[in-house]
């Protein structure tokens, strides 16, 4: 009997969601970092294995928006409780229990479906104690169908779970093929590996008023084997510009050289890559960026 369906991932932000996929399906397809909202969109990942087929559903982090871009990610994430066939709602076990985690139990008391508790980072934790004592916490808020405490950095007790969760799925068919991980095309991918490197090496409001476009993608005229991108990293403002490139081009050449590497194994082809930096003021508040740079599906 062959099983599939769909499973959300949900969580404050930094909880480890993009991790945990990205070692699942032992590929990148997700971005992470040490900043807060790193994911912005819902992004699926797809475990395909001789009984099951799990497409899971990385979400942003969940978090009181300060602006319309942060609404539109909040909403991604609740709305997808409203059509899987189970959750995973992950915490950081070195976090304690927070109005964030208040919050999305609140959320949950209305789910009809199971949901499993994943207690991430437990490679961190010297203290077995506070960590009890933290799940606790949880437990007395909300009646789980299952909990597990895992790393997804190393990857403790993910075959586990994996197994526990083809096992409340029903018997369903194949709804991918089997060598495909994700249903996002290699664009928004591309355009996320440039976003993960300006996150890398940037601080302060930066990393957070960043988006990055893919202008023009194609196979080049005289050199079938090599590909050209020209991508654009969007601003809000002329000083974070200046951050950008760099002094003498320094810093949006660093961006490239290491985006570069990461597109280059991801689509097996020798890379040109082409990034010059644009301001477009407040996109984040207004509508019309935000649809236009693809942030529609919950305004």
Same mark, same amino acid.
């Given at each position: 009997m ?8 949900i969580g404050?932000?930094?909880s ?12 990148k ?14 992004i699926?990942?797809i475990y395909?294995?001789?009984t ?5 559903i990385?979400?942003?982090?969940i978090?009181k928006?300060q602006h319309?871009l942060?609404?539109?990610?909040t ?12 959750v995973?709602?992950?915490?950081d ?5 927070g109005?964030?985690d208040q ?9 009809? #479906?199971?949901?499993? !508790? $994943?207690?991430n %980072? *437990?490679?961190?934790? =010297? ?10 916490k ?11 405490t ?5 990857g ?9 969760i083809?096992?409340?799925l ?5 709804y991918?093929?089997d060598?495909q991980?994700?249903d996002h095309?290699?664009?928004? #991918?591309i355009?996320? !590996? $440039?976003?993960e %490197? *300006?996150?890398?090496? =940037?601080r ?11 202008e023009y ?5 005289k050199?079938?084997?090599?590909i ?7 601003v809000?403002?002329?000083?974070q510009?200046?951050?950008?490139i ?26 040109y ?11 984040r ?5 935000l ?9």
């Amino acid at each position: 009997m062959f099983k599939s369906g769909f499973v959300t991932i949900i969580g404050r932000p930094n909880s480890g969601k993009s991790t945990f996929l990205n070692k699942v399906l032992g590929e990148k397809i997700t971005i992470v970092s040490e900043k807060p909202q790193t994911t912005r969109n819902n992004i699926s990942g797809i475990y395909t294995s001789e009984t099951s087929q799990i497409v899971f559903i990385d979400t942003p982090g969940i978090h009181k928006p300060q602006h319309k871009l942060g609404e539109f990610m909040t909403k991604a994430a609740i709305n997808t409780l409203k059509s899987v066939d189970l959750v995973m709602f992950m915490i950081d076990s070195t976090k304690s229990f927070g109005k964030g985690d208040q919050y999305i139990l609140q959320l949950l008391q209305s789910v009809k #479906i199971p949901v499993f !508790l $994943i207690v991430n %980072k *437990v490679d961190l934790i =010297t203290d077995i104690v506070p960590l009890k004592n933290h799940i606790d916490k949880f437990k007395a808020s909300y009646n789980f169908k299952g909990i597990f405490t895992v790393s997804a950095l190393r990857g403790d007790n993910l075959d586990r779970l994996l197994v526990d969760i083809e096992n409340e799925l029903e018997e369903g068919p194949k709804y991918y093929p089997d060598d495909q991980i994700t249903d996002h095309p290699e664009k928004f #991918i591309i355009s996320e !590996l $440039i976003r993960e %490197k *300006v996150l890398k090496l =940037t601080r302060e409001e930066i990393p957070h008023s960043v988006m990055v476009l893919i202008e023009y993608m194609q196979n080049d005229d005289k050199n079938p084997l090599l590909i050209n991108i020209h991508a654009s990293i969007i601003v809000e403002r002329n000083s974070q510009k200046g951050i950008i490139i760099g002094k003498g081009g320094s810093m949006i050449k660093e961006i490239g050289i290491l985006a570069r590497k990461d597109i280059l194994y991801l689509l097996g082809s020798k890379v040109y890559l082409d990034l010059h930096c644009k301001v477009v003021k407040d996109w984040r508040n207004k509508d019309f960026h935000l649809r236009n740079f693809g942030y529609q599906e919950s305004l």
